[in-house]
């Protein structure tokens, strides 16, 4: 089992950046696939994108060249580095993992970190 908690979501207007972080615990001897993924009101989840045990990492077309994910294996931390936010990026952002990046589905989950960015 893997307990996520994130952190550091909150308020900006368009442009600005903000940065998110996921706190592993419990069974983090192993290594994850971990990602981002978020909702908007009335709207489906999307994949915001990942980083591989190896440190390779993956975009959504509509974040790459903004978004930037990191993670820090001694301090067990993933990291979402957002800069020049969108209205549109206005959303609950969840942290989550998986054993290995190409399985469909995520196994855990965070609790999400609410980004709202104002025009």
């Known amino acids: 089992q893997v307990q996520l908690v994130e952190s550091g979501g909150g308020s900006v207007q368009a442009g600005g950046s903000l940065r998110l972080s996921c706190a592993a615990s419990?069974?983090?001897?192993?290594?994850?696939?971990m990602g981002w993924i978020r909702q908007a009101p009335g709207k489906e989840r999307e994949g915001v994108g990942s980083?591989?045990?190896?440190?390779?990492?993956t975009y959504a077309d509509s974040v790459r060249g903004r978004f930037t994910i990191s993670k820090d294996e001694s301090k067990n931390t993933l990291y979402l580095q957002m800069n020049s936010l969108k209205p549109e990026d206005t959303a609950m952002y969840y942290c989550?993992?998986?054993?290995?990046?190409?399985?469909?589905?995520?196994?855990?989950w965070g609790q999400g970190a609410q980004v709202t960015v104002s025009s």
């Open positions: 419990g069974n983090t001897d192993r290594s994850y696939c």
């Open positions: 980083i591989d045990s190896d440190g390779t990492t």
């Open positions: 989550a993992a998986k054993e290995l990046c190409w399985y469909p589905a995520w196994n855990y």
